[in-house]
């Protein structure tokens, strides 16, 4: 079935430090979503791209499509420790409307 | 507006008991979605609901696990004769639309935990 993998699991930065988690899905996605998970609290939608190749910025997050939209990735330049959390990859299976998440890049920023 | 509503934020079952989860969503929302996270683990999909209908329960053992999303209240899912391994924490997430370019909105979960 299909599947959506995120490297690294784990990342453990210094404050002020960059940042980048990729993901990668073994089917073509029509679109990806980006979820930050707070330790204990819940999934909060980040952003949404749809395009091939689209990059979108979100002051220090920077989330890029994949030509082939298959994988994209989210990069934190200079980060705080307000960046702490799990951040999630999303996309659509094909034919259903059910999403599968990844398995998400837990961030600890050291201060 | 207020936010994905879920109750009990958190529940204790003993072995062999019933666990009832009530997922209110968005105002004007009528998708609703199921995920199970165990921790330190990735979200699972379990179900994906409309009003009156299951749409898509791939992700639902097919025993002991029933959700529901009635013409009126919420969406209930509902676990019976739990075991130690039902314990994880349950997310709704709700939707404007079946359309997947939607976002989701995520409701506070509830941490369920089988002694």
């Known amino acids: 079935g299909q599947q959506v993998m995120q490297i690294p699991q784990y990342q453990h930065v210094q404050e002020g430090e960059d940042f980048t988690t990729y993901c990668n899905s073994s089917?073509?996605?029509?679109?990806i979503q980006w979820y930050k998970q707070r330790p204990g609290g819940h999934p909060v939608f980040l952003i949404q791209?749809?395009?091939?190749?689209e990059v979108k910025k979100q002051k220090r997050l920077t989330f890029q499509f994949g030509e082939a939209k298959k994988n994209s990735s989210l990069h934190i330049t200079a980060t705080q420790t307000t960046d702490v959390g799990t951040y999630f990859c999303?996309?659509?299976?094909?034919?259903?409307?059910?999403?599968?998440f990844g398995t998400g890049t837990r961030l600890k920023v050291l201060a | 507006n207020a936010g994905v509503m879920q109750n009990p934020r958190h529940l204790v079952r003993r072995r062999g008991q019933e666990a009832r989860l009530r997922c209110s969503p968005m105002?004007?929302?009528?998708?609703v979605y199921w995920y199970r996270q165990l921790p330190e683990e990735g979200l699972k999909f379990m179900v994906y609901?409309?009003?009156?209908?299951?749409?898509?329960e791939s992700g639902m053992p097919k025993e002991r696990f029933s959700a529901e999303f009635p013409k009126e209240g919420p969406s209930i899912l509902r676990i019976q004769q739990v075991v130690r391994g039902d314990s994880a924490a349950y997310f709704c997430?709700?939707?404007?639309?079946?359309?997947?370019?939607?976002?989701?909105?995520f409701g506070p979960g509830t941490r369920l935990t089988v002694t």
């Open positions: 609901l409309q009003k009156e209908n299951i749409i898509d």
């Open positions: 999303a996309g659509p299976t094909s034919g259903t409307y059910k999403y599968i």
């Open positions: 089917t073509t996605l029509s679109n």
């Open positions: 105002k004007g929302h009528s998708h």
């Open positions: 997430a709700s939707s404007p639309a079946r359309d997947p370019s939607y976002e989701q909105y």
């Open positions: 791209l749809v395009k091939s190749g």
